[in-house]
Structure formats: structure tokens, C-alpha cells
């Protein structure tokens, strides 16, 4: 039943009815009765390509998108941009047309068109037509001198200005939205390339999360800096439950390792320590965590001087237990090569498969000096112990043949 399932993990004795939370909550709400919680399928909170992958459903208050109406435009997909961009134009151009044929024909022009004693509004303006092509030359400025407002027409005169300051503005809108859509640092994020997995191996001794980052551009990122966010669902001591809840991963923010010259690929390495959340987490416990790592990677064009971003994330099946990266760069004659072949490679090294709790419990219980590997610490604890094998085998054997030499005696 859910009251008795919820009991186990909430101490409130207020009841929480399941269909008010939200979607996700629902979907990530801890079942212990539940086995097979690590046969579902993660569900990205960003995808491979950056794309964060969120749907803001029920938005009531959709008048923000029109206080906000530029950003709205920028952020449009660009066939709706250019067909709002067309639009835009062409119905200004119809109502001021509009206008102008209704100026002709209230003042009589229409009726006096083969009058040459008549002066019209406009000459040369002889219907719809005409109208929304003086309309056009007014707005663009194009002026091909056939249709002519005259100074008879005050009125005229009045539309005139009224359109050019209006034809202006649009023109400033929209043409300042298109170069704003135009100069969008997104494209440059597509050659900042991440590696597909994530590794954990010991790296100066201590066990490290890492990945790879790379920028396929000969012109460099200024100022670029790197973030990682663990996106995992928790439930606090009274009982709350937190969707998504994200929690910083510290890859060199008190040390400056996390601001980049990003010339050529570059290894991120995130010490597990005891600040770390995978600090309790083993290899043989990591496939059974429902946990995503985002990084972020953020620095000004430097050709444009516009701020970019970069994101990627990383599951627990993309997370390799015992890897390290493959070597890209390489000296050439008088310059440095990158192989982007083997920017995703990785081979197989040596990692013990505790965690890093484990192997600091291990570290202090041997008593050995900090600045040794874990590794050799491991073998040597492994050296001991066959060492105190083949003693108790020889003490063993000893005991044996005596025993054999007593029996003999009685013999005799």
C-alpha cells in the first residue's frame, strides 16, 4: 500500500497525497518495495548537445512573453522570425497604402484623374495599387519620383512624417532583432566538443572524476571557465522530497584550475574527497545510482566579444570505472599536433574498486605516509598478506614432519 511504503521514508505524520506533487516527484519518489529501480531508463535533465530538456507546461501568465517582446523574437526559431519579419513589413505597407487611397478618394482625386487643372494629394495616384506602391518608396525611402505628394495636402503632408518616423522605427526593431538572431554565440558552442564518458581512476594518488574538453576553433574562448553540476533526487531528514536537486562538483574553483586557457584539449579532474558527492560511492554502487553530471563550459568569442556556453552531461553509463584518457597531443616539427581521432578514447588502468571512504578508512588503518599511492598501499597489503600465508604453510609443514618423526620413534 502507499501509506505503508511512505512511512518508511517520512516521519510526518502528515499524509502526502501522491497525484498533487508534480510529474517528476511522482516519477522519482523512493520505493523500496520497488527491485527494479535501476532497470529504468534515466531520463536527461540535459542532453549530449546541450539542449536542456524541459517543457514549461501551464504558463498562465503568458503576458511576460510580451513585456519582453524583443528577447521573445531573438528567441523564436528562425522560420517564425522571418515570417514575423515579412509580415511586419508588409502589413505596415498595407495600412499606410490604405491610408493614402482613402486620402485620394475622400478629397476627389480618383474623380479628376484625367483633369490636368486638378491638383491631387499625390500625383500619378490612380488607385489601391499605386497607393501601396508610393507606401513602399515612402517607408524604404526608395523614391523613384513618378508618384509625388504634393503641397496642396496638408494631410498628406501629416501621413508623411507620421510614416517615416514610424517606418523608422520598425526598421530599428526589426532589423536590430535579425542581427542580434544573426550574431548569436550559440553556433560557436557546436565546435566545443566534450568526451562522450566520464572516467574514474587514481590520479596523484587520489581517486578523480574526469572528462575531456576541447575547442575545434583556431580562434580561442577568452576567459573560459568550467562548472559541474550533480543533478540527483534526494530526500531530506524531515522527509522532503527534492526533485533534481543539484549540488556543486568542484573542479578547481579554490585553486583557479577551473579557469581554462583552452588552446588544446584539456582533462577536468574532480578530487573525491570527502566535500565530494561520490565520496561513499564504489564502482560495484555506481550503476545502481540514478544521478547526472552537467558541465558547463562559458567564455566571450573572441571574435565577437559575446559570451558562450557550452553544456553537456553525463550518466552513470557513460561514467567508466578504471579508465583514463588517451594521450591527443603530440610535438611535431616546431608546432604541436591534436589527434581529435582519439579525443573520445580511452584505456583501461589499474583503479581499485573501493571508494574513496573506503580507501581513506584503509589508508589510516595502515598507518602508512600520506604522500604513497593507494595503490601501493594496496599492493603491499596484499604482499603482506601472502608473506603471512607461506609463513603459516611452513609452520604448517614443520609441525607436519615432526608429528611424522614422533610417530616413527614410537615405532621403533
Given at each position: 500500500p502507499q501509506g505503508d511504503s511512505m512511512d518508511q521514508d517520512v516521519e510526518s505524520p502528515v499524509a502526502i497525497h501522491q497525484p498533487k506533487l508534480p510529474k517528476q516527484a511522482r516519477d522519482d519518489l523512493p520505493r523500496h518495495i520497488s527491485r527494479d529501480r535501476t532497470k529504468r531508463k534515466i531520463q536527461r535533465y540535459v542532453r549530449k548537445d546541450g539542449k536542456c530538456n524541459v517543457h514549461h507546461g501551464n504558463v498562465r501568465e503568458t503576458y511576460r512573453y510580451l513585456t519582453d517582446i524583443f528577447t521573445t523574437l531573438v528567441d523564436l526559431k528562425w522560420r517564425f522570425n522571418l515570417l514575423i519579419f515579412v509580415m511586419v513589413y508588409t502589413v505596415t505597407w498595407l495600412f499606410f497604402g490604405m491610408i493614402w487611397w482613402l486620402i485620394a478618394y475622400i478629397r476627389g482625386d480618383m474623380d479628376h484623374i484625367e483633369d490636368p487643372s486638378w491638383t491631387p494629394c499625390v500625383t500619378n495616384l490612380n488607385g489601391f495599387v499605386s497607393a501601396f506602391l508610393f507606401s513602399i518608396e515612402t517607408e524604404t525611402t526608395i523614391g523613384y519620383g513618378y508618384r509625388v505628394i504634393t503641397d496642396k495636402c496638408p494631410e498628406g503632408i501629416i501621413l508623411l512624417l507620421i510614416q517615416s518616423v514610424l517606418g523608422s522605427i520598425v526598421n530599428a526593431f526589426m532589423v536590430g532583432c535579425m542581427f542580434v538572431k544573426i550574431s548569436q554565440p550559440k553556433k560557436r558552442a557546436e565546435t566545443l566538443v566534450f568526451s562522450t564518458h566520464a572516467v574514474i581512476s587514481m590520479r596523484d594518488g587520489k581517486l578523480c572524476l574526469m572528462f575531456r574538453v576541447g575547442d575545434l576553433r583556431n580562434s580561442h574562448i577568452v576567459e573560459a571557465s568550467i562548472r559541474a553540476k550533480l543533478i540527483k533526487s534526494k530526500q531530506t531528514s524531515e522527509g522532503e522530497f527534492i526533485p533534481l536537486n543539484q549540488t556543486d562538483i568542484n573542479v578547481g574553483y579554490y585553486t583557479g584550475d577551473d579557469r581554462l586557457f583552452l588552446v588544446s584539449p584539456l582533462i577536468i579532474s574532480h578530487e573525491i574527497n570527502q566535500q565530494s558527492p561520490f565520496w561513499e560511492i564504489s564502482k560495484a554502487q555506481l550503476p545502481k545510482e540514478?544521478?547526472?553530471?552537467?558541465?558547463i563550459l562559458e567564455g566571450m568569442v573572441e571574435a565577437t566579444g559575446m559570451t558562450c556556453q557550452a553544456r553537456s552531461s553525463y550518466i552513470t553509463s557513460e561514467i567508466l570505472w578504471g579508465y583514463r584518457f588517451t594521450p591527443v597531443l603530440t610535438l611535431e616539427d616546431g608546432f604541436y599536433e591534436v589527434d581529435y581521432n582519439s579525443f573520445h578514447e580511452t584505456y583501461e588502468?589499474?583503479?581499485?574498486?573501493?571508494?574513496?571512504?573506503?580507501?581513506?578508512?584503509?589508508?589510516?588503518?595502515?598507518?602508512?605516509?600520506?604522500?604513497?599511492?593507494?595503490?601501493s598501499k594496496l599492493n603491499q597489503h596484499a604482499e603482506l598478506e601472502t608473506e603471512e600465508e607461506e609463513k603459516n604453510l611452513e609452520e604448517q609443514t614443520e609441525r607436519n614432519g615432526d608429528v611424522a618423526n614422533l610417530e616413527n620413534e614410537s615405532k621403533v
Open positions: 540514478e544521478l547526472e553530471i552537467v558541465v588502468t589499474s583503479t581499485p574498486s573501493l571508494s574513496a571512504k573506503e580507501l581513506a578508512e584503509l589508508a589510516s588503518r595502515a598507518e602508512l605516509p600520506l604522500s604513497w599511492s593507494v595503490s
